[in-house]
């Protein structure tokens, strides 16, 4: 049993790497988009997505540790504890942000693009190249969709699915930049 509290303890810490690491990809390509951006409605629209997915990480990665208290009562089943908080809706939350902030800087870059001062091919190339969000938004549909089965009982089984689609979700982004 000490290695399976093990486990799920480790695996909880790669949770709350894993939901911070997501909003530092979307993050970070926000930055990006902020420099060769032109009108302010798009500078402003870009920072209200990395400000709003910023604080529904943090905030989903905290409740995911105080979810129960004692704290250890969530990868320990032997320690009693009482719920605080179900932290599968922020979970859920989380999710769909995440998906609605790839599609949104997928889609932003044919907005303004055309306007840059740079030739055709760099301009599609670029376009292109931050198209590739579309997939990483199929990702995040796909995991947010997966994240109702980990309110179940049997926890370890179903991570599986979520954590196979969260690795998908950063390898895009740096073939992107």
């Not at 605080?84 to 942000?97: A, R």
């Not at 091919?121 to 109702?148: P, Q």
Request: hydrophobic share 55%.
């Amino acid at each position: 049993m000490d290695m399976a509290v093990k486990a799920v303890y480790n695996e909880m810490i790669g949770q709350t790497f894993a939901v911070l690491g997501m909003a530092i990809a979307k993050i970070s390509l926000g930055i990006f988009l902020l420099r060769i951006v032109v009108k302010q409605w798009h500078r402003t629209s870009i920072w209200i997505s990395m400000v709003s997915l910023a604080i529904v990480s943090v905030m989903t990665a905290i409740l995911f540790w105080i979810q129960k208290l004692p704290s250890e009562s969530i990868y320990d089943p032997r320690v009693p504890g009482r719920l605080v908080v179900q932290v599968t809706p922020f979970s859920i939350l989380l999710g769909s942000w995440c998906a609605a902030v790839d599609f949104y800087f997928a889609l932003l870059p044919w907005i303004f693009i055309w306007k840059l001062n740079m030739k055709f091919k760099e301009k599609m190339s670029i376009a292109i190249s931050l198209s590739l969000g579309f997939i990483a938004c199929v990702c995040g549909i796909i995991r947010t969709i997966d994240l109702g089965g980990l309110s179940s009982s049997n926890y370890t089984g179903k991570i599986r699915p979520p954590l196979q689609h969260g690795k998908q979700n950063p390898l895009i982004f740096p073939d992107v930049l």
